[in-house]
């Protein structure tokens, strides 16, 4: 027989049995204790991580947290200089070229020191960290003789601007995996002030380049960094999976800076924009999938996104805004504390005959409207198109859109649903909303061709359009002129 105590121990036992009995229960205890402080570290690290918490999100992927790199450069390891004339295109190019070849070991990361590292477009490489001190700035070159032409994106058919090329952007990547963009909040600027003039002018002859554009690419974390000026769209992430960008701030002038767009998920899927600041010269957000005919034949839809905690302005365009290049589809879209401030519109759907694809499944909760001249936006025809071969038979599909929580003050007119007969908006619905008007007029609840509900009491009152239930969800009201139009843009 194997004994489980040794005879001290049971002669201890015979003679003390309360006191060992104490023992082994403050032993048992005490390891329930380490478990539970085990498991809360585990649980701590988790939500501290890029994506820790991905998990228990509805609909979301759980995405890999970054590596630590194998290796550690400088950009003047590589014969860098940050007075704001050297051109480091070289330099860049040469830490990228180093880099590319630590894949198996886990790649490596690039530091950009405090200081101005003035340089032409260069491109990223797979499992790569683009780090920027603080005080680091990263200007992109002005004459656009150094941006090299790229085909045009194949969802689009042609330049945004122009037939033909386009200008790349000054950071740039395809095909590319486990790349990260992050710093101590320096600087990527792309001095697009010298851009504008000339696009006003008429004088380029190929679209802008954006400031940033990743492209059929996956595993893609940005964060702790500033975007500023960029010649057109700032930050382009196209066909990728995977995407997180938090803690990011992205400036250019509210107005005389065009298609400055802050951040547009384009064909993209798993995304998670949050915490974040943007004022911009356009949409602060615009979530696209194709234009027209191009966009439906590459068939890829947006779908899957999550913006959460961000701050926006845009005092040309709107806040958030989804299309009008949505032919491959946008759904499944979540946005959570929102603020939009001094805009022109807060949210908005843009379509048109002849986009096709559809918008669908889109949840808006607890949005802060401030001093916007237009809040909720639906806009069926947004017709612009990259030539005459559009099918104005392909309408898009906008159905089952939510408003939940919308509030605000000195807003002008809350809400414009413009459906037609041909694209009939379907399954809008908007609970706990009041909001403050700056225009005391009537017919500020804007619909056209909508059918949808409206849940308890909201302020102002709806348009005729829309059933009416009660806090309970019990049918108060059925609406009888679905079809009813009453647009006013003037107002």
Same mark, same amino acid.
């Given at each position: 027989?194997?004994? @489980? ?56 992927v759980?995405?890999p ?44 990361q ?22 920027l ?22 969802s ?23 790349i ?39 595993d ?44 547009d ?36 839809p ?19 805004? @989804? ?84 509030h ?29 008007l ?20 909201i ?7 829309l ?25």
């Amino acid at each position: 027989m194997v004994e @489980i105590f040794p005879s001290g121990w049971r002669l201890q036992f015979q003679q003390h049995p309360r006191r060992l009995m104490g023992l082994l229960t403050t032993h048992r205890t005490l390891v329930l204790m380490l478990w539970i402080v085990g498991f809360a570290l585990v649980f701590g690290w988790q939500t501290s991580s890029v994506d820790g918490l991905a998990f228990f999100r509805w609909g979301a992927v759980a995405r890999p947290s970054p590596r630590l790199r194998a290796a550690l450069y400088n950009l003047t390891d590589f014969g860098g200089v940050g007075d704001g004339k050297t051109l480091n295109t070289e330099s860049f190019e040469r830490a990228v070229e180093a880099i590319s070849k630590l894949g198996a070991r886990g790649g490596g990361q690039l530091n950009v020191p405090s200081g101005l590292w003035l340089t032409a477009p260069f491109n990223l490489t797979s499992h790569m960290t683009l780090f920027l001190a603080e005080g680091a700035v990263i200007l992109g070159i002005e004459d656009e003789s150094y941006w090299p032409l790229m085909p045009p994106l194949p969802s689009y058919g042609y330049g945004r601007e122009h037939r033909g090329p386009r200008y790349g952007s000054l950071i740039h990547g395809q095909n590319l995996k486990d790349i990260v963009i992050t710093g101590h909040n320096g600087t990527i600027n792309g001095q697009g002030q010298a851009w504008w003039t000339k696009y006003k002018k008429k004088v380029l002859n190929y679209t802008r380049g954006p400031l940033v554009q990743l492209m059929w690419s996956k595993d893609i974390v940005i964060s702790n960094i500033t975007l500023r000026d960029s010649p057109f769209w700032t930050l382009h992430p196209y066909d990728c999976k995977n995407v997180t960008i938090s803690n990011v701030t992205i400036l250019a002038p509210v107005s005389g800076a065009p298609n400055t767009d802050g951040i547009d998920p384009d064909s993209c899927e798993d995304v998670l924009i949050e915490n974040s600041y943007i004022c911009v010269g356009d949409d602060a957000v615009a979530i696209k999938s194709g234009w027209d005919q191009y966009g439906i034949a590459y068939g890829r839809p947006s779908t899957n996104i999550t913006l959460r905690n961000l701050t926006v302005r845009s005092n040309v365009s709107a806040g958030i805004s @989804i299309g009008s290049e949505m032919s491959g589809g946008v759904s499944n879209v979540t946005i959570e504390n929102l603020i939009v401030w001094e805009s022109r519109r807060g949210i908005r759907v843009k379509t048109a005959a002849g986009r096709g694809g559809y918008v669908r499944n889109i949840f808006y909760h607890n949005v802060t409207l401030d001093n916007v001249r237009v809040g909720i936006v639906i806009k069926t025809d947004y017709n612009e198109h990259p030539d005459d071969g559009f099918d104005p038979k392909a309408v898009p599909t906008v159905e089952n859109i939510t408003f939940s929580g919308i509030h605000g003050r000195g807003v002008r007119v809350p809400v414009r649903i413009h459906g037609s007969e041909e694209i009939f908006i379907k399954g809008v619905s908007f609970e706990d909303v009041s909001v403050g008007l700056s225009y005391k007029k009537k017919h500020v609840f804007q619909c056209s061709f909508v059918e949808g509900r409206v849940m308890g009491s909201i302020f102002p009152a709806p348009c005729e359009n829309l059933d009416l239930y009660d806090e309970r969800g019990k049918l108060v009201k059925r609406s009888m002129s679905r079809n009813i139009t009453d647009i006013d843009y003037n107002v």
